[in-house]
């Protein structure tokens, strides 16, 4: 519609300009002044000596007309492909302008917690991350770090129970992508993610594995997980979000003695519930 409305205005532009062409070379001057006749107050008379008349001359000057110009079909094969051209054009710069049109930075922090594991505790956790996103998809990356305490019950060497609470702390990186349902002010989302995170571990008493502060182990280990959350945008670029998230392992690597006796916490099951604050830059 606007490629048809802009072929329209052309040739209804081209044809008042060859009528007032056909205007000016019929009329010459009486059409300019009738164009800037003054429509005020009728103005004074003066009266003018009568001059004499000189005869008119016989001879006539011919009045050439000049042929109406057209456009031709050429023409308008031309201007309709150079308006398609245009609109071509400007769907691609839009395309590649909005396709992720807003950059933001999001400082995070919430609660963790091993849901299938009582021994463990989530104490808190803080992050930061930075992504980009439109009215229907976010990208983002960051890193979280979570703390726990985690108490164990192992066997010492006289082949007895033993209890020795430890500190475990998490280094998270992770990268999510997510969809946003709606583009108002409220936004619900649902997504992915894939996370590495790196866990230490540290006496949190005098045990058998020695003082407070110990270092026994630490791991490795790559998580899938899925995210679901609202974001609530307070004005262009201010948002206010809480989302939960919810890791399954994929694979670990443990090194030294981190949890002795009992079930791994790389392998299991956890999940992160926070809350985010968005800067748009």
């Given at each position: 519609?606007?490629?048809e409305t802009r072929i329209v205005e052309k040739l209804e532009t081209s044809r008042m300009e060859d009528e007032k062409r056909r205007a000016q070379v019929l009329f010459g001057?009486?059409?300019?002044?009738?164009?800037?006749?003054?429509?005020?107050?009728?103005?004074?008379?003066?009266?003018?000596?009568a001059q004499p008349v000189t005869a008119p001359s016989s001879h006539v000057q011919p009045i050439i007309i000049q042929e109406k110009e057209s456009l031709s079909r050429d023409d308008v094969a031309q201007e309709v492909?150079?308006?398609?051209?245009?609109?071509?054009a400007s769907a691609n710069d839009n395309t590649s302008t909005n396709l992720f049109e807003k950059k933001y930075f999001?400082?995070?922090?919430?609660?963790?917690?091993?849901?299938?594991?009582?021994?463990?505790?989530?104490?808190?956790?803080?992050?930061?991350?930075?992504?980009?996103?439109?009215?229907?998809?976010?990208?983002?990356?960051?890193?979280?770090?979570?703390?726990?305490?985690?108490?164990?019950?192992?066997?010492?060497q006289f082949n007895q129970v033993s209890y020795a609470p430890f500190i475990m702390n998490q280094y998270q990186t992770y990268l999510s992508a997510k969809f946003q349902i709606m583009s108002g002010s409220i936004r619900p989302n649902l997504g992915?993610?894939?996370s590495y995170s790196y866990r230490t571990y540290l006496t949190d008493a005098y045990t058998s594995f020695g003082a407070a502060g110990t270092k026994t182990g630490s791991s490795g280990a790559i998580d899938l997980g899925i995210t679901a959350g609202v974001d609530i945008a307070l004005n262009e670029r201010f948002t206010l979000g809480a989302d939960l998230k919810y890791m399954f392992n994929m694979s670990a690597n443990i090194n030294g003695n981190t949890v002795n006796g009992a079930s791994s916490p790389e392998k299991l099951n956890y999940y992160l519930l926070g809350i985010a604050a968005k800067m748009a830059f």
């Amino acid at each position: 519609m606007k490629t048809e409305t802009r072929i329209v205005e052309k040739l209804e532009t081209s044809r008042m300009e060859d009528e007032k062409r056909r205007a000016q070379v019929l009329f010459g001057d009486k059409f300019d002044a009738l164009n800037n006749k003054d429509q005020g107050a009728p103005q004074p008379v003066y009266v003018v000596p009568a001059q004499p008349v000189t005869a008119p001359s016989s001879h006539v000057q011919p009045i050439i007309i000049q042929e109406k110009e057209s456009l031709s079909r050429d023409d308008v094969a031309q201007e309709v492909r150079a308006a398609l051209d245009e609109d071509k054009a400007s769907a691609n710069d839009n395309t590649s302008t909005n396709l992720f049109e807003k950059k933001y930075f999001s400082a995070q922090a919430g609660v963790p917690q091993y849901a299938d594991y009582q021994a463990i505790r989530g104490n808190y956790s803080a992050g930061i991350g930075i992504g980009t996103q439109n009215d229907y998809l976010q990208v983002e990356g960051g890193f979280i770090y979570s703390n726990y305490g985690l108490n164990a019950f192992y066997y010492n060497q006289f082949n007895q129970v033993s209890y020795a609470p430890f500190i475990m702390n998490q280094y998270q990186t992770y990268l999510s992508a997510k969809f946003q349902i709606m583009s108002g002010s409220i936004r619900p989302n649902l997504g992915g993610l894939v996370s590495y995170s790196y866990r230490t571990y540290l006496t949190d008493a005098y045990t058998s594995f020695g003082a407070a502060g110990t270092k026994t182990g630490s791991s490795g280990a790559i998580d899938l997980g899925i995210t679901a959350g609202v974001d609530i945008a307070l004005n262009e670029r201010f948002t206010l979000g809480a989302d939960l998230k919810y890791m399954f392992n994929m694979s670990a690597n443990i090194n030294g003695n981190t949890v002795n006796g009992a079930s791994s916490p790389e392998k299991l099951n956890y999940y992160l519930l926070g809350i985010a604050a968005k800067m748009a830059f």
